[in-house]
C-alpha cells in the first residue's frame, strides 16, 4: 500500500526547485502537472497539502538554511512537515536528529521521497504531537499551521505550556529580527500579503523567533 501512495505521489508531481529554497528539490504538484488545473473530482488526494510549498513553510526552511548554528545537533521535530522542506534543510543543517511530523500519512510518505531526492535521512512520524511534552526534542518547526483562528489558539497554547517544561523563549536578538525582516521581504516576491504567510514558529530549548 505504502508503494502504491509513493508511486502516486511521483505519478502526479514535479522535481522543483522554484521556491525560496532552491538548494532543495522537492516533487510538488507545479503548472507543468495536470493536477494543477485538475478539477476537485479528479484529484485522486483528499487535501493534498504535501503537494505545495507553503509560503510559512518556506520562510522557516529559508531561516534554517541561512542560520546553521540554530539547528546544528539539535533534535527537531517538524511539525505539519507537509511536503518535508523543513525536515530536509534541518538535516542539511546537521541537526542530530530529525522527526518530520504529520497526521496525513501521505505527507510522511512525500516527506520520504522528497529526503531521498535530497540524500538526507530523516524520521517520520504520523502521531499527533499536539499537547505533547516532546522532551525527547530540543527544537520544533512549525511551518505555515497558523491558518485556521481555532487551531492556532491550540497550537499557542500547547507552545506556551511547552514553556513550563524546558522549552523557553527569550527576546530576539536584533540580528534575529533583521534575518527575519529578510526572509519576510523574500516571501513577500511569491506571497502578496503578510496575512497569506499564516505564520512560522521556532522554538528551541534556548531560543525562540517568532511571528
Ligand atoms: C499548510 S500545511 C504546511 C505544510 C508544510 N509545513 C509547509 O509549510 O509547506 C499544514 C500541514 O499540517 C498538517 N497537520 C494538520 N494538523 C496536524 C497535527 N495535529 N499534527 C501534525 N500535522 C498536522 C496537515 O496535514 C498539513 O500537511
Given at each position: 500500500m505504502l508503494k502504491d501512495v509513493a508511486s502516486l505521489i511521483i505519478k502526479h508531481t514535479a522535481p522543483s526547485r522554484r521556491h525560496l529554497t532552491p538548494e532543495l528539490v522537492l516533487r510538488l504538484v507545479?503548472?507543468?502537472?495536470?493536477?494543477?488545473?485538475a478539477k476537485e473530482d479528479q484529484v485522486p488526494f483528499k487535501d493534498p497539502f504535501w503537494a505545495f510549498y507553503w509560503p510559512g513553510g518556506q520562510a522557516t526552511a529559508r531561516y534554517i538554511l541561512d542560520n546553521e548554528e540554530i539547528i546544528k545537533n539539535k533534535r527537531v521535530l517538524d511539525i505539519g512537515c507537509g511536503c518535508g522542506a523543513?525536515?530536509?534543510?534541518?538535516?542539511?543543517m546537521q541537526a542530530k536528529r530529525v522527526v518530520g511530523n504529520d497526521i496525513d500519512l501521505y505527507a510522511v510518505i512525500a516527506t520520504k521521497i522528497n529526503s531521498q531526492l535530497n540524500n538526507v535521512?530523516?524520521?517520520?512520524?504520523?502521531?499527533n504531537f499536539i499537547g505533547a511534552k516532546c522532551e525527547e526534542f530540543d527544537t520544533?518547526?512549525?511551518?505555515?499551521m497558523f491558518y485556521d483562528e481555532e487551531f492556532a489558539n491550540i497550537l499557542f497554547e500547547w507552545l506556551i505550556s511547552l514553556t513550563a517544561s524546558g522549552f523557553n523563549r527569550r527576546p530576539r536578538s536584533p540580528r534575529a529580527d533583521k534575518?527575519?525582516?529578510?526572509?519576510?521581504?523574500?516571501?513577500?516576491?511569491?506571497?502578496?500579503?503578510?496575512?497569506?504567510?499564516?505564520?512560522?514558529?521556532?522554538?528551541?530549548?534556548?531560543?525562540?523567533?517568532?511571528?
Open positions: 507545479t503548472p507543468s502537472c495536470p493536477l494543477w488545473t523543513g525536515s530536509i534543510a534541518a538535516a542539511k535521512a530523516i524520521e517520520t512520524s504520523t502521531d520544533i518547526l512549525i511551518g505555515d534575518e527575519e525582516a529578510s526572509a519576510y521581504h523574500s516571501v513577500s516576491e511569491v506571497s502578496s500579503t503578510r496575512r497569506e504567510l499564516h505564520g512560522k514558529l521556532w522554538v528551541h530549548r534556548d531560543c525562540a523567533v517568532e511571528t
